[in-house]
Nanobody
Framework: QVQLVESGGGLVQPGGSLRLSCAAS????????IGWFRQAPGKEREGVSC????????YYADSVKGRFTISRDNAKNTVYLQMNSLKPEDTAIYYC????????????????WGQGTQVTVSA
């Protein structure tokens, strides 16, 4: 059974850090581009970051560039999103998704999705 499971969300103060994990089962994550998306209440789902399957290239939304880092551990079949200097506007449900094609900002191009993990940045 193909599955993506996110973990690592929680409540953190502004300026704090969290590391999200996206663990895959039922398929080999290394063969897929893995994207992180987020969705805040009342807003559309937006792409946050992506790591390609071919050469490990990474991509970031302008709003998180310099603060978030995406990485993958193929031996653990897991992708991570290290989030530093968190801001209240980073509050959202964070989803990871896998695409057989390369990284894309468009959610509809991803084949598998996790259930999401809540990140809340608040004092």
């Amino acid at each position: 059974q193909v599955q993506l499971v996110e973990s690592g969300g929680g409540l953190v103060q502004p300026g704090g850090s969290l590391r999200l994990s996206c663990a895959a089962s039922g398929f080999t994550l290394a063969y897929y581009a893995i994207g992180w998306f987020r969705q805040a209440p009342g807003k559309e789902r937006e792409g946050v970051s992506c790591i390609s399957s071919s050469d490990g290239s990474t991509y970031y939304a302008d709003s998180v560039k310099g603060r978030f880092t995406i990485s993958r551990d193929n031996a653990k079949n897991t992708v991570y999103l290290q989030m530093n200097s968190l801001k209240p506007e980073d509050t959202a449900i964070y989803y990871c998704a896998a695409a057989q094609l390369e990284c894309s900002r468009y959610p509809e191009l991803y084949d598998y999705w996790g259930q999401g993990t809540q990140v809340t940045v608040s004092a």
